[in-house]
């Protein structure tokens, strides 16, 4: 019965400590006037390889095509890939893929630089040695697409800290 008590006072000091802090959730699903996600208010950059083209995608489905745009997001990715681990065989060698990216959201009317930052995202797939070598291709493409989707998340969070800050 003690346990309990102290289980009871445990979780409402958790919440009251919640509630009285001032946090409030990126995304409010009771939120209807924000203005970034599906209003068209961004120029995404265009691609020039598959890892740009796969962040754009999930940034326009994010974001929307451009409407009335305010801002342009610009992007620059420079993919490393590094051997990490080689089977005793030598039949199976392990691939580390960074994605590094410059992320810079610019004010059209201006061209002011309003939001500046370095991403750094890892992943890794493991090549086997055979005929075709077709499932290796299929794991670095899968690879380089987890790379993408990654960045894109961390520019949505970025960009939603961002309007947060406009609104307050």
Request: hydrophobic content about 40%.
């Amino acid at each position: 019965m003690l346990l309990f008590k102290k289980l009871n006072l445990l979780i409402g000091l958790s919440l009251f400590l919640l509630f009285g802090c001032g946090y409030l959730p990126l995304i409010d699903s009771n939120q209807t006037n924000s203005f970034m996600l599906n209003k068209g208010q961004f120029i995404i950059f265009s691609p020039k390889n598959d890892i740009d083209f796969h962040v754009r995608e999930t940034l326009l489905a994010d974001f929307g095509f451009p409407k009335n745009p305010k801002y342009r997001i610009e992007l620059e990715n420079t993919l490393v890939r590094k051997k990490s681990i080689v089977t005793k065989k030598n039949d199976i060698t392990r691939y580390n893929l960074i994605l590094n990216s410059n992320f810079k959201l610019k004010e059209i009317r201006t061209n002011n630089v309003v939001l500046l930052k370095k991403f750094n995202s890892e992943t890794s797939y493991s090549a086997s040695i055979n005929i075709t070598g077709f499932k290796t291709e299929v794991a670095k493409d899968n690879a380089g697409k987890r790379l993408a989707y990654d960045v894109a998340e961390k520019i949505r969070k970025e960009i939603l800290i961002f309007q947060k800050g406009l609104m307050n």
